[in-house]
Structures are given as structure tokens and as C-alpha cells.
């Protein structure tokens, strides 16, 4: 049994059922690292998008592909938290 696709499947399901990140644990884990993109493309496409982290203006691309919807919501600068962590504390070094 192929098990490819279940999260995005049940992440589809949540937001049908009218769950929010509030309502859904699911949805609030997804999304505290990624953004949800519905579309309906059946090409590969490109979109520019912007770092979802406070002081980080830094855009970067991702590439919707058809029947997926979960993309990074960070750049590839701070994709990991220990590198938000870090910013952060730069930016609160620099407010002091």
C-alpha cells in the first residue's frame, strides 16, 4: 500500500471540512513550516514568494506542481529552525 500523498490528501480533507489551524492539530503542525497552495495547474509553474519570517525580506521561488499543495513557507536561508532561531536573536540583539 502506497502511502504517498496521505498528508496532503488529509490536509485537503481538513480544509473541505471547514477546519481551520486552530481547529485541526494536523493543520496547525502543517503549517507552522509550510504554506498550503490550492491550485488548479497541470503544469509545473513557477512563483515567486516572499519568507514568511519577521525581518526577512528575502524572495525565492517555488514550483507548484499539479496535485500537490504544500510548499515551504521559509527561504532557503531559514528553512531550518535552529537558522530562525538565529535571526531572531540577531534581531533582537540589534533592537537593544
Known amino acids: 500500500m502506497s502511502t504517498t500523498g496521505n498528508v496532503e ?3 485537503l ?3 473541505q471540512a471547514g477546519h ?3 481547529t485541526s492539530p ?3 503542525r502543517v503549517l507552522r513550516n509550510n ?3 490550492l491550485h488548479n495547474y497541470k503544469a509545473a509553474t513557477i512563483r515567486d514568494c516572499r519568507c ?3 525581518g526577512c525580506d528575502r524572495g525565492f521561488a517555488i ?3 499539479p496535485n500537490q499543495t504544500l510548499y515551504p513557507r521559509y527561504c532557503a536561508a ?3 529552525e535552529h537558522r530562525r532561531a538565529l535571526h531572531r536573536a540577531r534581531l533582537a540583539a540589534a533592537s537593544t
Open 9 to 11: 490528501r488529509a490536509l
Open 13 to 15: 480533507t481538513q480544509l
Open 20 to 22: 481551520t489551524a486552530e
Open 26 to 28: 494536523l493543520l496547525a
Open 35 to 37: 504554506r498550503i497552495v
Open 52 to 54: 514568511d519570517l519577521e
Open 63 to 65: 514550483v507548484l506542481l
Open 78 to 80: 531559514h528553512r531550518t
